[in-house]
């Protein structure tokens, strides 16, 4: 792993969502990064084209475009595409991260491989290109470079739909086509065009460098490596390495024809071509020296009980037995006949059983494309109503019947459930309706009412709907919960024991009609000494509220200096300080480090001082009480 610290983009937070790492490789076209997902706290891959590429408009929309279809291709070897975007002058993808080694590195270590070691990787190559020819996607670039080998031995197809982005570019065609130039198929060198069978082409040339350990082409550019791909035909590995069995050297040729036509029509033929010669391959490591073809069985053959042998028609010559010993039997042939009748028994009854085939693996696999292939593997489908389903997204198949891997009558029929994905439900509307109707509204909807809350609101009627809480119009799971919010209309605040003038001016702003009784009282003068409603009553906008206030008119140092306070010529004063508008818990441990006793009443929501008592700059003594209102 390439880990240069100089490259100027590790460390860099990418689109403000992916730190990049470390760097992992460089190629021709792009740069490849470790780097960590932010957002979701997983490690990515990111591959952020060059810059002649990522300032070419025509590359830049094509390149969006392909990812969006990538991303939709769903398959286990194929490396996944998360996310594609672009950050100022860098294009990139985001991409599954899969440590381990590219084939290339493979063969560079090990040189070629055995035939059958070299199918096994072929096979989920073939897997993972044959889902996207089905989804009417061509890679255009298959080679070792593209092919990921974890270290617990999956096989991983990476870059598709790459090679088509460039190909809207302004780059010169030679420089497309140094890299791979040796795994083009002829109509790619002589039209540039490409479809389903290019990728066959290059998958056979894949094929022969894995067991030969070389392309078959090499020249001293690429112009006449491309000449000998339009005007040669592929030659059979075991003339490169002759241990290489007969089977492969077939399966390259179909793979490699010149013509088009003349290959399989996709990768998934080729995969299943290359999956019988894998099964008919020995298990030892090379074939045996003669290379002689082996039998092949066909795929209609029968399962591994041997059949009998074919009954045949015995003539006897005549045999003279003298009369004067009795009858003796041949026991001889006595045995023949009696094996001669089971074994024609058992031929009959043996191709009179039923083809057993075993369902297919559909589930996890788009609808569409289960269809297909279910029904080209000779099964009658069929497709269900569709069920919701947490962890299977919609338009997957979600189940099978009968289940995958069951042994059923070639022909039968299967029937595909598709899934809906995760159910949800919409929040209805219940704004403005009362408490019982909100409920009944959530519950017939198929959610659960939480906690009720009320609220003081001025807009909206008492006791009608605020608001839900996930909001209306929201898609939750069936059965969740939603929190209601009612409308308390108006509600009393605590004015007891502030400023007369202060109490009548909140109470007003807060949409009461106030009216202001003065008595006589011990209490501090022209502050509140009862209200009504009661604090926390809930009341209707405009409802009155009286407040009682002890007499202003009582001469405040008379007052101080008399009642509880006593307050001697040596008493030690304080100033109090401003702290109308400070956050309620710093006022308090100001007040309180100042030796003065703090009550706190709240008046609504915030936590910021509105009022005080004593005002600001009073001159209290130690271990007087401030009142703060929030």
């Known amino acids: 792993m390439d880990t240069t610290t100089a490259d100027p983009l590790v460390g860099r937070l990418l689109d403000g969502r992916y730190r990049i790492e470390s760097r992992i490789a460089r190629g021709g076209m792009a740069t490849v990064y470790l780097a960590l997902d932010i957002r979701l706290d997983r490690t990515v891959a990111l591959k952020v084209m060059h810059r002649s590429l990522a300032e070419d408009p025509a590359f830049v929309r094509r390149f969006i475009g392909e990812a969006k279809s990538v991303a939709s291709l769903s398959h286990p070897n194929v490396v996944h595409v998360f996310d594609q975007g672009t950050d100022n002058d860098i294009v990139y993808l985001s991409m599954e991260y899969v440590p381990g080694k590219t084939l290339r590195d493979i063969l560079r270590d090990r040189g070629r491989l055995p035939a059958r070691e070299a199918l096994e990787i072929m096979i989920p190559v073939l897997a993972a290109l044959g889902a996207a020819h089905q989804a009417g996607m061509v890679h255009r670039d298959v080679k070792p470079e593209n092919v990921l080998m974890t270290d617990d031995g999956r096989v991983k197809v990476v870059d598709f739909g790459l090679a088509r982005a460039i190909e809207a570019t302004n780059q010169t065609r030679t420089g497309v086509m140094i890299g791979t130039i040796g795994y083009m198929s002829p109509e790619q060198v002589t039209t540039g065009g490409a479809d389903v069978r290019s990728d066959v082409y290059a998958a056979g040339i894949m094929l022969f460098e894995l067991v030969t350990g070389q392309q078959p082409y090499d020249g001293e550019t690429p112009m006449s490596v491309a000449y000998r791909h339009v005007h040669d035909t592929v ?138 292939n279910a029904a080209a593997a000779g099964f009658v489908v069929k497709t269900a109503a569709g069920q919701n389903d947490e962890k299977v997204a919609e338009g997957l198949v979600l189940s099978t019947d009968p289940a995958e891997e069951t042994q059923v009558e070639k022909g039968a029929t299967i029937t595909l459930v598709p899934s809906l994905g995760p159910k949800r439900v919409v929040v209805p509307d219940t704004t403005g309706m009362t408490g019982n109707d909100a409920r009944a509204t959530i519950a017939k909807a198929g959610l659960t009412v939480g906690a009720v809350k009320r609220l003081a609101n001025l807009q909206v009627e008492r006791d009608k709907v605020i608001r839900t809480s996930p909001q209306n119009g929201e898609k939750v799971k069936e059965g969740a919960k939603v929190d209601i919010f009612v409308s308390a209309g108006l509600v009393m605040p605590d004015v007891a024991g502030m400023p007369k003038d202060e109490a ?41 509220a009286m407040i009682t206030v002890a007499r202003c008119q009582t001469d405040f140092l008379d007052w101080f200096r008399g009642g509880d306070n006593q307050a001697g010529d040596d008493q030690q004063f304080s100033l109090v300080p401003q702290v109308i508008g400070k956050d309620v818990r710093d006022a308090q441990r100001e007040l309180q480090a100042l030796g003065f006793r703090v009550r706190v009443q709240r008046l609504g929501n915030g936590g910021v001082v509105q009022y005080q008592r004593p005002l600001p700059n009073s001159e209290r003594p130690a271990g007087s009480t401030v009142y703060l209102w929030h």
């Open 235 to 372: 030659p059979r590995p075991s003339s490169v390495v002759p241990e290489v069995p007969p089977l492969i050297d077939t399966l390259v040729a179909h793979a490699t024809a010149r013509e088009p036509h003349d290959r399989p029509a996709d990768a998934t033929a080729m995969l299943v071509a290359a999956v019988d010669a894998h099964r008919m391959l020995p298990r030892m490591t090379n074939p045996p020296a003669s290379h002689s073809q082996p039998h092949v069985m066909t795929a209609s053959a029968a399962p591994s009980m041997p059949r009998p042998a074919p009954a045949h028609t015995m003539v006897q010559p005549r045999v003279e037995v003298p009369a004067r010993r009795g009858f003796r039997p041949n026991w001889f042939l006595v045995t023949l006949a009696a094996v001669m009748v089971v074994a024609v028994a058992l031929t009959g009854w043996y191709f009179a059983q039923p083809e057993l085939v075993s369902v297919p693996r559909l589930v996890g696999k788009n609808l569409a494309l289960a269809e297909k």
């Open 504 to 544: 009548a001016a909140y109470l007003g702003g807060q949409g009461f009609q106030v009216q202001v009784n003065e008595v006589d009282d011990d209490a501090e003068p022209c502050t509140v000494i009862a209200q009504a409603p009661k604090a926390k009553s809930e009341v209707d906008k405009g409802a009155p």
